[in-house]
């Protein structure tokens, strides 16, 4: 979704263990800031529009998700007009199923 993502809680462990998905919507619901380095405000802000329809487009239920004509306008319009999906994931805590196969 988005690069130069750097590991700055070094109590993650090993990095391919994060879902990058759950990093990146921590970063925007927490501190709003995907700390990318150095770039400028409008890279920033092209950015963070393309995370945050991303993050609609991959909500689990397919009816959450936006129509492309929606995805479309969404990266045409403003950033802040934008509002962060909910989580579109299942929490890493309940394991990869998250349910009983029994």
């Known amino acids: 979704m988005a690069g130069q993502r750097k590991n700055s809680d070094s109590r993650m462990g090993n990095p391919s263990q ?3 998905p759950a990093w990146v919507y921590k970063q925007l619901v927490g ?4 700390k990318l380095g150095n770039m400028n405000e409008e ?3 092209l950015i963070k529009k393309k995370v945050i329809v ?8 397919p009816c959450h998700r936006p129509s492309m004509k929606t995805v479309i306008e969404m990266l045409m319009g403003d950033v802040r007009d934008l509002e962060v999906p909910p989580k579109p994931f299942v929490s890493p805590a309940r394991g990869r199923l998250g349910r009983s196969l029994s």
């Open 43 to 45: 890279e920033e802000m």
């Open 54 to 61: 991303g993050l609609g487009c991959i909500q689990l239920n």
């Open 31 to 34: 501190s709003g800031d995907l």
């Open 18 to 20: 994060i879902y990058f």
